[in-house]
């Protein structure tokens, strides 16, 4: 199926149908009930799983097949997202070319600064492009205020008039959208005390994350994709073949810069404004922990580490203490207080403990991520199984 092994065909058909399904798995539990706050199925929270996501896949291209970490790659979602947004204001507020004009900005930004950092390798390497990131966010800050609106960032207007969109009227805002349909166009289904949003903005995206995936699978089972696999084995034993690993790595490092710059222009296309602490250094640190969360050099893993971190970020993060002393109200008194006092620090502004702890357990004892965690559930079970099995059959018959 389009190229793929049936391996790689069924596991694109599984992300696409939790893609579609999405609004509905994400809402497990009925409105109003104590745990429907853990639910998730809000279009905002859904295209940040999908549009994370598609930076995480491109970023495992770079870092899970060549073994190359960079802590820049903010830079270019940052880069990106000026760039759509330029688009929008200057030529249309049609979604398409925003996001056409943030991949190929990115692109020629990540082969320009790909260029320069990988003359050197390792820790040197990582260095150089936590360097540009960082120069490219105090240009975004302070120097380039006229381009990137500083501080403040930048954002649609009802001053800007776009060439190709003349049906604005004097002083209306435009919308972002995708042929006359606006990102925030939205479907509610009611259902016995469930309620399920189908966005067209995380439609959008979750088929710009399939697509992504897709071209990611075709990397990865590529002659190409091997010989990233080689730069990473062993670069010293392709150079006594007498292949350079460079233009390899360069290419790997541009496909990962364009991935980046293809998120920040569908963060743009949902949220039309964009400021300079999405170039900040945090927000590369963030990525490489969504990878290597989720497994780095898997074809999954990546976007469930995205997923993953997006949801604590925004679910767990909004439990506070009155949400804590309704869970413990059945304990008493004392020993209620006892409780939100030791779970308090691990939930609400204190997310970021929880999520250091589990990434911590996560590289100590599943260096593979995720992903390896799902392995070795699956290995246990099948294992359960076949000695119920083999059980069964050497059971005398009575």
Same mark, same amino acid.
């Given at each position: 199926?389009?190229?793929?092994?049936?391996?790689?065909?069924?596991?694109?058909?599984?992300?696409?149908?939790?893609?579609?399904?999405?609004?509905?798995?994400?809402?497990?539990?009925?409105?109003?009930?104590?745990?429907?706050?853990?639910?998730?199925?809000?279009?905002?929270?859904?295209?940040?799983?999908?549009?994370?996501?598609?930076?995480?896949?491109?970023?495992?291209?770079?870092?899970?097949?060549?073994?190359?970490?960079?802590?820049?790659?903010?830079?270019?979602?940052?880069?990106?997202?000026?760039?759509?947004?330029?688009?929008?204001?200057?030529?249309?507020?049609?979604?398409?070319?925003?996001?056409?004009?943030?991949?190929?900005?990115?692109?020629?930004?990540?082969?320009?600064?790909?260029?320069?950092?990988?003359?050197?390798?390792?820790?040197?390497?990582?260095?150089?492009?936590?360097?540009?990131?960082?120069?490219?966010?105090?240009?975004?800050?302070?120097?380039?205020?006229?381009?990137?609106?500083?501080?403040?960032?930048?954002?649609?207007?009802?001053?800007?008039?776009?060439?190709?969109?003349?049906?604005?009227?004097?002083?209306?805002?435009?919308?972002?959208?995708?042929?006359?349909?606006?990102?925030?166009?939205?479907?509610?289904?009611?259902?016995?005390?469930?309620?399920?949003?189908?966005?067209?903005?995380?439609?959008?995206?979750?088929?710009?994350?399939?697509?992504?995936?897709?071209?990611?699978?075709?990397?990865?089972?590529?002659?190409?994709?091997?010989?990233?696999?080689?730069?990473?084995?062993?670069?010293?034993?392709?150079?006594?073949?007498?292949?350079?690993?460079?233009?390899?790595?360069?290419?790997?490092?541009?496909?990962? $810069?364009?991935? =980046?710059? !293809?998120?920040? &222009? *569908?963060?743009?296309? %949902?949220?039309?404004? #964009?400021? +300079?602490?999405?170039?900040?250094?945090?927000?590369?640190?963030?990525?490489?922990?969504?990878?290597?969360?989720?497994?780095?050099?898997?074809?999954?893993?990546?976007?469930?580490?995205?997923?993953?971190?997006?949801?604590?970020?925004?679910?767990?993060?909004?439990?506070?203490?009155?949400?804590?002393? $309704?869970?413990? =109200?059945? !304990?008493?008194? &004392? *020993?209620?207080?006892? %409780?939100?006092?030791? #779970?308090? +620090?691990?939930?609400?502004?204190?997310?970021?403990?929880?999520?250091?702890?589990?990434?911590?357990?996560?590289?100590?004892?599943?260096?593979?991520?995720?992903?390896?965690?799902?392995?070795?559930?699956?290995?246990?079970?099948?294992?359960?199984?076949?000695?119920?099995?083999?059980?069964?059959?050497?059971?005398?018959?009575?």
């Amino acid at each position: 199926m389009f190229g793929l092994e049936s391996k790689d065909g069924k596991l694109l058909l599984l992300v696409a149908a939790l893609a579609l399904l999405a609004p509905v798995i994400l809402n497990p539990f009925p409105e109003g009930s104590a745990m429907s706050q853990f639910n998730a199925g809000y279009p905002d929270l859904m295209q940040r799983f999908v549009i994370f996501g598609i930076l995480a896949i491109g970023f495992n291209i770079l870092f899970g097949l060549t073994g190359y970490l960079s802590f820049g790659h903010a830079a270019f979602l940052g880069v990106g997202s000026y760039a759509a947004i330029w688009s929008m204001k200057l030529v249309t507020m049609n979604i398409i070319p925003s996001i056409i004009f943030a991949v190929i900005v990115a692109g020629v930004f990540s082969l320009v600064v790909g260029y320069i950092s990988l003359r050197r390798s390792g820790i040197y390497f990582s260095i150089l492009t936590l360097a540009f990131a960082q120069m490219s966010y105090s240009l975004a800050y302070s120097v380039l205020t006229p381009i990137t609106g500083g501080e403040t960032g930048l954002q649609i207007k009802s001053t800007d008039t776009p060439l190709l969109d003349k049906a604005l009227e004097a002083g209306e805002i435009g919308r972002a959208n995708l042929f006359g349909y606006g990102m925030g166009s939205s479907y509610q289904l009611e259902l016995a005390g469930w309620q399920f949003t189908f966005n067209l903005g995380y439609y959008v995206a979750a088929v710009v994350m399939l697509i992504s995936f897709y071209f990611a699978i075709r990397i990865f089972r590529s002659p190409f994709g091997m010989m990233l696999r080689a730069v990473k084995s062993n670069q010293q034993r392709m150079n006594y073949a007498g292949l350079s690993p460079k233009p390899y790595t360069l290419a790997a490092f541009v496909i990962s $810069g364009m991935y =980046a710059g !293809l998120a920040g &222009g *569908l963060l743009v296309a %949902m949220d039309t404004q #964009v400021g +300079p602490e999405r170039m900040f250094w945090t927000a590369s640190g963030e990525i490489v922990i969504m990878v290597i969360l989720g497994g780095a050099g898997t074809l999954l893993g990546p976007v469930l580490g995205a997923g993953f971190i997006k949801y604590f970020e925004n679910i767990i993060s909004k439990i506070n203490e009155s949400i804590l002393q $309704g869970w413990f =109200a059945f !304990l008493p008194d &004392g *020993l209620q207080d006892f %409780m939100v006092a030791v #779970v308090y +620090p691990f939930i609400g502004k204190g997310w970021h403990l929880t999520l250091g702890i589990m990434f911590m357990l996560v590289v100590i004892f599943l260096p593979g991520g995720l992903i390896q965690g799902g392995q070795k559930i699956g290995s246990w079970l099948r294992r359960k199984k076949n000695v119920v099995a083999k059980d069964s059959t050497t059971k005398p018959a009575e």
